[in-house]
Each structure stands twice: as C-alpha cells, then as structure tokens.
C-alpha cells in the first residue's frame, strides 16, 4: 500500500474545499449565531473541523471545541448496528448551541446517535455538519443541517479520510482507481 504510488482521481480540490468551507461557516453563522460549541467527531473530521473553524472565525463565530470519537459496530448492512462513544468530550453540553461536525455521512447511524445523545444530556440545539453526504447509502431517517459536497458511492481519501489508517493528509478528497 505505503510503496506503491495509487492512481488518485481528485474528486473535490483543496480549491473546492477552501471556497465550500466559507460559504458553510456563512450558513453556520448565520444560522446558529456566535457563541457555538463544536464537537468534532474523531478522527475522519479533524482536518476539515480545523480549516471551518478558522472559515467560523472570519464569519464572526467564536466556537468552543471539543472531540469526540465514536465507534460502529456489527455489520453495516443491519440496522440494528450500534454505536458506542470511545472517547467523550470533556465540556458539558447542558443549554449549549452544539454544531457536531463529522467527515462523511452513509447510514446516518454515527450522527444520528450523536445529536440523540447530545439532546439527551441537555443540549439546547445539536446542528450537524458533514464534510461530505453519500445520499444513497442511508439506512436510518437522517438528513444533516450544513453539507459539503454530495458525494459519489465511491470510496473516497484524503482530507481526513482515510483508508487503511493512509492518506488522511491529502489537501483534497480523492479516489484510488487502481486499488
Ligand atoms: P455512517 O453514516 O454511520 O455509516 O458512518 C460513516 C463512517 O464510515 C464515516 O464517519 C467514515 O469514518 C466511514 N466512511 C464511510 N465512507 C467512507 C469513505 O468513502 N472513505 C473513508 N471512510 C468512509
Ligand atoms: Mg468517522
């Protein structure tokens, strides 16, 4: 994998990217208002919450950040499948304004977990943000307030992403079409 050098086909630029993240944080902020508590969904998200956080910070935000990381388990295709949190944000959300901030949505089971869980422990509003949104493969009743890019059902790298624990710092989201 790592001695090879893939074919990647770009599918969205670091240009793309840098334009689609201004005009979210505009939404964002004109949505949601200045005083915002970020979750970022660990580890897919990072690269993308760092870059709109700093989009937030030029539309007027002044977010606080926290992580979370989530995990799913049991077989993709069954609904049942469950989510677990494998690290918890340390701020308390009782009353906040929280934008949840993942990489990409497919079942929608991880966000739709997320913002119940956020609502149940006192959240006043959970908005969620999704780099990218493959629409065709949803499995539970989920749409995302603020979305990227619609996405092709492609697997896709970079910008966070990741396959195989690789490519996670591409400056652009790809994919491999020699794998
Ligand atoms: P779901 O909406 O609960 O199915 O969660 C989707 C999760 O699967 C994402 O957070 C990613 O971690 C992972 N994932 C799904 N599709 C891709 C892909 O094309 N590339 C890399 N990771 C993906
Ligand atoms: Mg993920």
New binding site residues.
């Given amino acids: 994998m790592a001695d090879k050098k893939p074919n990647i086909e770009v599918l969205f630029s670091s240009a793309d990217i840098e334009r689609r993240n201004k005009e979210l944080a505009e939404q964002i902020a004109s949505d949601m208002g200045e005083d915002l508590l970020v979750i970022a969904?660990l580890k897919?998200s990072f690269v993308f919450a760092a870059d709109l956080i700093r989009e937030l910070h030029h539309a007027g935000v002044r977010p606080q950040i926290d992580f979370m990381a989530l995990s799913?388990y049991g077989d993709?295709q069954i609904s049942s499948g469950t989510?677990v949190i494998t690290r918890d944000i340390v701020d308390t959300v009782k009353g906040r304004r929280v934008l949840l901030i993942?990489?990409?949505?497919?079942?929608?089971?991880?966000?739709a977990f997320a913002q119940q869980e956020l609502l149940d422990r006192g959240a006043e509003m959970v908005r969620t943000c999704l780099m990218l949104d493959?629409k065709g493969?949803r499995?539970v009743d989920f749409e995302a307030d603020f979305v990227g890019f619609d996405?092709p059902d492609?697997?896709?790298?970079g910008y966070g992403?990741?396959?195989a624990h690789y490519y996670r710092e591409l400056p652009y989201i790809g994919h491999i079409t020699d794998a």
């Fill in positions: 969904v897919g799913s993709k989510v993942d990489d990409i949505l497919e079942s929608g089971r991880t966000m493959k493969k499995i996405c492609k697997f896709v790298i992403l990741d396959y």
